[in-house]
Structures are given as structure tokens and as C-alpha cells.
């Protein structure tokens, strides 16, 4: 009998210390997590303004009809309540903009990092002070400092010029203000921040043991084959693990963007990122039932991207010893 | 063999060097234009300044709209510590209960957990800015700070989770035989075995805090409160354009300084750090 009841208390007892240790964790979630979406999700299917907030009505569709209505050829439309809409003549370009950007700049980013990586996992001395050195620009380049700095760099008259016409070149852009030019400046400015993937590949390649490297070496593979059949194998679920991470973050690039841009989308939009048109819409217009919407949907197009990429890591990555 | 090693590995040597330069150039290029006249940021491109001043850190150093650099460098500094000391507190909480008590419900949680770490911040900040605005804290730091009280860096409950299930589990038994309570195991054992984790959590948040722009554009609406990034942003103009270069350098090279000291007092954590868990840098 009192066998079982301090069985009891003791259980008790023992939930209770955990939630006693979760419970900030508990009450973030709910209150500054859970409430927040399923609101942002509520808010999505109304046209609420920041400064008239009494005026919220229900339009339905109606801000996802903003946002992709351009692609059947819609300029305006009636929502449910008679109210006229007009659509959003800039979402398809932040979208463009943004995945021309995730699509360029990850794969390269991982590219280099790879390399850089494979470079310093060799046994030379000072790679521990190499390694610093090159993470430098991670370190920094998230900051408004190297986004202010890049303005200056690729400018007409900027550092790049200076440097390019040094080597002959002429007639060169204003990269930044060129809107053909201006998003691969903050392409290349992702790329320079390969450092923390940089570690995350070093790190995996020193797992892979140099006698796969010999063995192959002596039944005459090539480097480049050894690359391919060894390296590349092994390494499968770094790469998958950069990729996924590195494709979610370019998806909600902002900083650079909106410093780059002076607070807007840079010449003929051409630097108008997702996350930066939403911030426009939502703090500059006061749409914030609008920008709930635009959240949304980046919620879904970043989860459908994560999963078609685990979904295709099945044909490429191995999570065998290699055995 | 010996020589072909020895030339290979000299190769190596010189290509790390001359990419790693071609990597600092624009650093370091940034840091010296700081020192230049502001007519000869332009004009001068080489690393050698032709004439040196210090002209841009004092007409910098003003500030904006009447209040000082000093001042945002001490609002930056208050939000980083207030920030780090919330997440070491709330992430080391929730990561023990994660990562060493038994409860019902663990693993419906620790799942949640793990899906809001992938979570873009976008699906929840316009609410919570209708929230915050409601309670009256925008234009103060608590919008910035309350959250990391709140352990919402879902990723260093993650990290600091990693950390305390690598723990030897036989030290908490001891410790409860000898009659601790989950508490004393807490602070007398996961706490002190896990300072590398939290090193490394602190190093982040800081980083994280002190670099940050969009919540600080969001939420620190008026010059007094400014942070560091969100005063940089007004060196540039709502049109692009940047009226005083040598000011905007000469700030940008002061708000490196921080995570410069952090990073080379603090190397092995940071590189620990990045390669156990992949933190986004």
C-alpha cells in the first residue's frame, strides 16, 4: 500500500522536476512560437493593417491571389468581402530573385568550402592559424560592417575596379547598381562566407582513413577517381548536412540585401529578396496580413526544398562505415 | 619522394597563403580607408595610406541624430550580456531535462524542439511584433533579450543536449545515491561538465546578438536605443547612397573588434562548436 503510493509520488515527482527545468522552454513555445503562427497563419487569410487594426476583414485567398496572380495575367480581383485588390506587381520578382540567389550561391559556397577544405587536410604545419584566417569572413559577413563595405567595394569607382582596370580591363559596371550585375555581388558575398562549412567539411574529411587513400593508391586510382570513389562517398552526409543548412539560411538572406539595397530592392528591384519584400510590405506599408501570408508560404517553399533534398539524398548519400 | 612531398607541401603553403590574402584584402583594405582623408578612400587603393588621420573615428564617433557611438556600443553590449546570460540560464534548463530526465512526453517534445529549430523566423514575427508592440516594449531591448530567457535559440538546446547525453551517465547515478536531488545533479555535475557547451553557446549568442540587424531594425526604433548595426545603417542612405565613407568605415572597423577578440581568445570553442554541431556562422 504505501509501497505503491510513494510509486506514485515518485512519478509525480519525477515529471514534474523536468517540467519545472522546461518550463521557460514551455512558455516560449507556446507564447512566442505556437500562438505566433497559427496567428500569422489566421492573419494570412485577412487584409490587417498594423495602424487600423479594427478594420481587419477575412478576404479568404485573397493574399495568396496578391501574391500569384500575376501568373495568370491578373492585375486586379474582388474578394469575397467586394473589396478590389490589386496584386502584388514585385512578389514573383522577390521569388526569382531569391532563388536565382539560393540556387547560385549554396552550390558554389559548398563548392568552395569543399576545396578549401580538401586543401588544408593535408599534413601541413599552421593550419590551425590558416583555418582562423579563413574564417574571418564568416566571422564577419553577416554584419551591416561587411555589407556596408561591399557597397564600397563594388561601386563604379570601388576596390574591384580599381583592381580589375589595373589588369587591363575598361568600361567596367557599377556592380552594385547595375541590375544585371547587382545580386551576383551578394552571391559572391555568401560564397566568401564559406568558413563554417569550410570547418564542418574539414572535420569530415579527417574521419575518412587514410588507408582507403593508399589502397587505392596502390591498385593505381587515380586522384581523381579517388576523389569520386572515396572522398565524395564518405562524405556524403557532411555534404548533405551543409546543404540543407546552407539552402534554409540563403533562403531567408535579409541583412546584405537591405543595406546593399539602401532599405529597398536596389535598381529595378533587382536585389529584392523574399524576407526584405516582406519586411517592406509588412513595416513600410503596414501590411502585416499580407506579409503573414508571404511567411507562409517561404515556410512551405522552405520545407517542400528540405524534403525533395532528403527525399534525393537517398541516391547519394551513404551512411555505410565504407566497410 | 622526400622532395616531391616537401615541394607539394610548399605549394600548398604559398596557394593557402595567397587565397587566404585575396579572402582578409577587403578587411583589411576597410580597416586602413578608416585611417585615409575621406577624399583619398576613393583614389587610393593600396594598403599603404598616403596620408593617415584619425579624423573619420572622431566625425564617426558622433553618432547619429545627437547620441554617440558610445552609447550604441554600451546598448549593444547590455543586450549581448543580457542575452547570453538568458539562453546559458533557459537552454542549459531545457537541454538537461531533454537530454537527462525521464518524463512522459520527452520525445513528443524533443521533436517540437527539433522542428522549430528549422523554423524561419519570419512564420512568427509579425505577431509577436503585435505582442511586443501591445506590452509596450518596442523601441526597448526587451523584445530582443526576453525570448533567450525563453531558451527560443532552439539550436543551443540542441548543441547543449549533444553535450550532456555524451556525459557519462554513472556520475548523476553516484551523485543520486549519495542522496542529490535532480537539482544538485544539475548544478553540482551537468553544469560544471558541460562549461565547454556552454562556452561555446555564450561565444554564439554574443556573435549572434552583436551582429544581428533585422530584429534591432524591427524593434530598437529610436536613436537612444540603437544598436551598433541598426546606428551603421544609417551611414547608408535610403537611396544606397553613403554621404561620409570614412565615418561608415571607421564605425564598421570599431564594431569588428569584439568578435575579433572573441574569436582569437576563444578559437577552439568556436571551431568545436562549428564542426559538432554545424552552426550556421
Redesign the interface.
Known amino acids: 500500500m504505501r509501497r505503491q503510493q510513494t510509486g506514485i509520488v515518485t512519478f509525480i515527482r519525477?515529471?514534474a522536476?523536468?517540467?519545472i527545468?522546461?518550463?521557460?522552454?514551455f512558455?516560449?513555445?507556446f507564447?512566442?512560437?505556437l500562438?505566433?503562427?497559427l496567428?500569422?497563419l489566421w492573419?494570412g487569410f485577412t487584409d490587417y493593417d498594423?495602424t487600423q487594426?479594427d478594420s481587419t476583414q477575412w478576404i479568404g485567398l485573397g493574399n495568396y491571389l496578391k501574391m500569384f496572380g500575376p501568373i495568370w495575367g491578373l492585375s486586379q480581383f474582388t474578394t469575397s468581402t467586394g473589396e478590389v485588390m490589386r496584386v502584388d506587381p514585385y512578389y514573383l520578382k522577390s521569388l526569382s530573385v531569391t532563388f536565382t540567389y539560393v540556387f547560385a550561391s549554396v552550390p558554389l559556397k559548398l563548392g568552395f568550402a569543399l576545396a578549401?577544405a580538401m586543401?588544408?587536410n593535408?599534413k601541413?604545419r599552421?593550419v590551425?592559424f590558416?583555418?582562423?584566417?579563413?574564417?574571418?569572413?564568416?566571422?564577419?559577413?553577416?554584419?551591416?560592417?561587411?555589407a556596408?563595405?561591399?557597397?564600397?567595394?563594388f561601386e563604379r569607382?570601388g576596390?574591384v575596379n580599381?583592381?580589375l582596370e589595373t589588369l587591363g580591363f575598361t568600361d567596367l559596371p557599377g556592380w552594385?547598381t547595375n541590375p544585371k550585375y547587382a545580386i551576383w555581388t551578394l552571391v559572391l558575398l555568401s560564397v566568401?562566407?564559406f568558413?563554417?562549412s569550410m570547418?564542418?567539411f574539414?572535420?569530415g574529411l579527417k574521419q575518412i582513413p587514410q588507408e582507403y587513400y593508399e589502397a587505392a593508391s596502390v591498385d593505381g586510382a587515380s586522384k581523381a577517381r579517388q576523389f569520386f570513389a572515396i572522398t565524395i562517398p564518405l562524405l556524403s552526409p557532411v555534404i548533405l548536412?551543409?546543404l540543407v543548412?546552407?539552402m534554409?539560411?540563403a533562403?531567408?538572406v535579409?541583412?546584405q540585401a537591405?543595406?546593399?539595397?539602401?532599405?529597398?530592392g536596389?535598381v529595378l528591384n533587382s536585389t529584392l529578396f523574399y524576407?526584405l519584400h516582406?519586411?517592406i510590405q509588412?513595416?513600410t506599408y503596414h501590411e502585416?496580413g499580407y506579409?503573414?501570408a508571404?511567411?507562409?508560404v517561404?515556410?512551405l517553399i522552405?520545407g517542400v526544398f528540405?524534403v525533395i533534398v532528403f527525399r534525393t539524398s537517398d541516391m547519394w548519400v551513404s551512411y555505410g562505415t565504407g566497410e | 619522394m622526400k622532395t616531391g612531398t616537401l615541394i607539394r607541401h610548399l605549394l600548398s603553403h604559398l596557394l593557402i597563403i595567397a587565397l587566404g590574402l585575396l579572402m582578409i584584402y577587403p578587411i583589411l583594405w576597410m580597416i586602413i580607408s578608416s585611417f585615409k582623408p575621406n577624399n583619398m578612400i576613393f583614389s587610393d587603393t593600396s594598403l599603404i595610406p598616403k596620408a593617415v588621420t584619425i579624423q573619420n573615428y572622431i566625425s564617426g564617433w558622433k553618432g547619429y541624430a545627437g547620441v554617440s557611438f558610445g552609447k550604441f556600443f554600451l546598448n549593444t553590449l547590455l543586450m549581448c550580456v543580457g542575452a547570453v546570460v538568458g539562453n546559458l540560464i533557459a537552454c542549459t534548463m531545457a537541454a538537461y531535462a531533454f537530454g537527462r530526465l525521464k518524463f512522459a512526453g520527452r520525445n513528443l517534445w524533443f521533436g517540437v524542439m527539433m522542428v522549430t529549430l528549422m523554423l524561419p523566423a519570419h512564420v512568427t514575427i509579425v505577431p509577436q511584433y503585435i505582442l511586443f508592440n501591445a506590452f509596450g516594449w518596442v523601441g526597448t531591448f526587451l523584445p530582443i533579450i526576453v525570448p533567450k530567457f525563453l531558451a527560443m535559440d532552439a539550436f543551443f538546446v540542441f548543441l547543449l543536449v549533444q553535450f550532456i547525453r555524451s556525459l557519462p551517465k554513472e556520475l548523476d547515478e553516484a551523485a543520486i545515491i549519495d542522496g542529490a536531488s535532480p537539482f544538485g545533479v544539475f548544478f553540482r555535475i551537468i553544469v560544471p561538465l558541460a562549461t565547454p557547451a556552454l562556452v561555446t553557446t555564450a561565444l554564439f549568442t554574443f556573435l549572434w546578438t552583436w551582429d544581428d540587424f533585422f530584429h534591432h531594425l524591427l524593434y530598437l526604433t529610436n536613436p537612444p536605443v540603437f544598436s551598433v548595426s541598426r546606428a551603421l545603417r544609417t551611414f547608408v542612405g535610403d537611396a544606397g547612397a553613403v554621404s561620409n565613407w570614412g565615418a561608415a568605415l571607421a564605425m564598421a572597423t570599431l564594431s569588428m573588434i569584439p568578435p575579433f577578440i572573441l574569436f582569437f581568445s576563444l578559437q577552439k570553442y568556436f571551431v568545436e562548436g562549428i564542426a559538432t554541431t554545424g552552426l550556421k556562422g
Open positions: 519525477r515529471n522536476v523536468a517540467y527545468f522546461l518550463t521557460p522552454w512558455l516560449g513555445f507564447v512566442l512560437t500562438y505566433p503562427m496567428y500569422s492573419l498594423f487594426p578549401v586543401l588544408m593535408q601541413l599552421w590551425p590558416y583555418r582562423a584566417v579563413y574564417y574571418i569572413p564568416t566571422l564577419l559577413g553577416g554584419s551591416v560592417a561587411v556596408v563595405l561591399w557597397r564600397k567595394l569607382d576596390l580599381s583592381f552594385i566568401w562566407q568558413g563554417s570547418i564542418i574539414l572535420a548536412f551543409n543548412m546552407q534554409i539560411s533562403f531567408q535579409f541583412t537591405y543595406i546593399i539595397g539602401g532599405g529597398s536596389g524576407t516582406l519586411y509588412g513595416w502585416m506579409a503573414s508571404m511567411a507562409w517561404l515556410l522552405i528540405t
